[in-house]
């Protein structure tokens, strides 16, 4: 369930579940965008969905992506894969990101 920042903007939960980090995500930002203004770095490359190097599982929830031709086929679509760097919430969303680092994490 969506909570809204002062800006009346949506806001959805981000959840790597395999480190159970979690984050914040509002409308006008990328999963990949929210997640780095949290410290949690998912790999990634090009930033505009056609590298692939960000690609991950979505275990859960609901995205749109800021661009209409993802480089994703269908099979992998359907698979659950999806490129953070150009999707954006439309629910709260789980992703399986083993390679995920965070970078303010104290050790
Ligand atoms: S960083 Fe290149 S497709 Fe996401």
Avoid: H
């Avoid at 992998?76 to 083993?98: F, H, T």
């Amino acid at each position: 369930m969506s909570k809204q920042d002062v800006l009346g903007n949506n806001a959805w939960k981000l959840t790597l579940q395999a480190q159970g980090w979690t984050c914040a995500v509002i409308d006008e930002l990328s999963l990949l965008e929210a997640a780095l203004l949290e410290g949690i770095r998912i790999p990634n490359s090009c930033r505009n969905g056609t590298c692939r190097t960000c690609m991950c599982k979505m275990l859960a929830g609901e995205i749109k992506y800021q661009i209409d031709w993802p480089g994703l086929s269908l099979e992998e679509k359907q698979e659950g894969w999806i490129l953070p760097c150009v999707a954006q919430a439309c629910s709260d969303v789980v992703l399986d990101v083993p390679a995920a680092v965070n970078v303010l994490e104290k050790t």
